[in-house]
């Protein structure tokens, strides 16, 4: 099949590395694959070396922004269009609110302008760009173009069933046009033992002790990713727990703001700060860690959970969105949105036991191995195309 895979930016971050993997896959099993992206802006890294030495075709449209931007937008639009008009692909698959209206958009107009466009366009919901912590009648403005873009669209590829759920809730689409497709991690990485030397090494260059209980969150330091409610729960732990640090891995805007309300709660000595970190660096976080702790309050399905569970250590996370759908009873601690004091309690129960920790990781393991697999996402998502053509 020849199949083109449009996403806004290559940022860090899930949908991102998702759609590398199933560019890669889908390469690596003789489709003709183009990736559409536009330029990485911002602070939250970039993932373009990994499209280096692919089997698939990168091209940047740098007009394609995250913001809204008439001027932009239109020739983002016109670009796209005239690259799919060059390429004529079997399939037409957008990741991303910006690039899943234009590109489907673009696709669709195609075809009553070229009679032998023939593309079938999917759109993959990685998150929901309505939510309810957003003003009301922006939420109307997103659902409304959603709306008018699902009639322009031939399948939707969910990382959750809980998106699926949710957009059908709103009217988006029909449910015969839903697939869920956990988004896939490169596992080998995460499921090979780091050694103790490594694990010592950065331990050490982030001034933590061998001996410590490390809390670590990796995400955006932006807003609705909870960092604010970890740094609550730390008021509550700090004393009963003398060695525990808190390692936040990541960057952004609310970088200073956070150190501010760490410093005001005396808690400067508890907290570490990592910045932004690679893509391949994450298994050395996470398994020179002890629990992960993820507190975002809206996300499709968080990474990151799965990352934690194969590196075999405990996820504790807000119920939000898919998150049920990897951390149970078995895995770790499902705990409601915002209620720091069950925050503070569930790590408090995994700090206090080792032997939990360890039961927890290895059921984790388990259970997210095959669900996550490159193999087993790449192949729900050819049994799409193939059923569309």
Known sequence: ???????????????????????????????????????????????????????????????LRRQINPVYDILAYREIKKLLTEIQPDIVHTHSAKAGILGRFAAYSLKSQISNFKSRIVHSVH???????????????????EKAAAKKTDAFICVADAMTEKSLAVGIGRPDQYTTAYSAIEEEQFLNPITDQARNDFRKKYDISQNATVL????????????????????????????????FVGDGILKEWLQDQIEAHGLTDKFRFTGLLPVEKMPLVIQSSDI?????????????????????????????DGA????????????????VGQLAQVCAELIASENLRTKLGRAGREFVKEKFSPKTMVDKIEEVYKRLL
């Open 1 to 63: 099949m020849k199949i083109v895979q449009i996403i806004t930016r290559l940022i860090l971050g899930g949908a991102q590395e998702n759609t590398l993997i199933t560019c890669k896959g889908l390469a690596d099993r003789g489709h003709d694959v183009t990736l559409i992206t536009g330029p990485a802006l911002g602070p939250e890294g970039e993932l373009f070396e990994q499209t280096i030495d692919q089997k698939y075709e990168t091209t940047v449209i740098n007009s």
């Open 127 to 145: 998150g929901l760009s309505f939510h309810e912590y957003q003003n009301p009648l922006l939420n109307k403005f997103y659902i409304a173009l």
């Open 324 to 339: 049920n759908e990897v951390v149970n009873p078995d895995t770790g601690r499902l705990i409601e949105p915002k209620n």
């Open 216 to 247: 670590v969150t990796i995400a955006r330091l932006f807003h609705l990713k909870g960092h604010q409610y970890i740094i609550e729960s730390a008021k509550a732990l700090a004393g009963r727990f003398e060695n525990v640090i808190w390692l």
């Open 292 to 320: 992960l702790v993820h507190c975002s309050l809206r996300e499709g399905l968080a990474r990151v959970l799965p990352q934690a569970m194969l590196c075999g250590k405990p996820a504790i996370s807000f119920d939000i």
